[in-house]
């Protein structure tokens, strides 16, 4: 599978791998299974940006939970493991 680029009426060029859609929707089924009401994940994007161009070549998935208030906290220790 090749990566396919898109280009946006402001000029910045997005390269984004097959890979990076794959792992993407992995992380949704994946979350979905696990958690069937959750409505929400959360993820890194890695690549390159030069000039104008924005080549998004690999995926982090991202732990979290939310507090009592609502408010999403990031899941470091898993974060910093995948990194």
Known sequence: MEA???KATS???VLAHA???MNIA???NRSRY???KLNRVLGVLLGN???RNL???NTIEIAY???KSGDIEVNKAFLHRRI
Do not use: M, Q, R, Y
């Open 26 to 28: 992995d992380h949704c």
């Open 11 to 13: 000029g910045l060029k």
């Open 19 to 21: 890979l990076v859609i």
């Open 4 to 6: 396919k680029a898109v």
């Open 65 to 67: 939970t939310k507090n």
């Open 34 to 36: 696990i958690e069937p």
């Open 49 to 51: 940006f030069e000039g």
């Open 55 to 57: 080549d998004i070549s």
